[in-house]
């Protein structure tokens, strides 16, 4: 079965950091641009970082430049999201996405949802809390 399982949600409080992880299962993720959303209660659903295929391009929504890194360990067929400094603002499901990459698409694009994914995870939720 071909799907995508994010872990690493959880509770933290301002200032505080997590590390989501989006996981693979019966294909391998480097031959995909990658995408991490979010989407907070009553809010559409935003792309907060993507990554090219293999070590290609990523991209930052302008709200998480500088505190969230997105990277690739393609020894366990995952793509991570680190997530430093983190603000009650950043409350939301958490989801990852698969898009394959046809060479039309920015990374940028892909973030901004133009493109549609092959695959999408279950969601993660992170609350930023004290």
């Known amino acids: 079965q071909l799907q995508l399982v994010e872990s690493g949600g959880g509770l933290v409080q301002p200032g505080g950091s997590l590390r989501l992880s989006c996981a693979a299962s019966?294909?391998?993720?480097?031959?995909?641009?990658i995408g991490w959303f979010r989407q907070a209660p009553g809010k559409e659903r935003e792309g907060v970082s993507c990554?090219?295929?293999?070590?290609?391009?990523?991209y930052y929504t302008d709200s998480v430049q500088g505190r969230f890194t997105i990277s690739r360990n393609n020894a366990e067929n995952t793509v991570d999201l680190q997530m430093n400094s983190l603000k009650p603002e950043d409350t939301a499901v958490y989801y990852c996405?698969?898009?394959?990459?046809?060479?039309?698409?920015?990374?940028?694009?892909?973030?901004?949802?133009?493109?549609?994914?092959?695959?999408w995870g279950q969601g993660t939720q992170v609350t930023v809390s004290s």
């Open positions: 990554i090219g295929k293999s070590y290609g391009t990523t």
């Open positions: 996405a698969a898009f394959w990459p046809s060479g039309v698409y920015t990374v940028k694009a892909m973030c901004d949802q133009v493109p549609s994914a092959e695959y």
């Open positions: 019966g294909f391998t993720l480097d031959y995909y641009a």
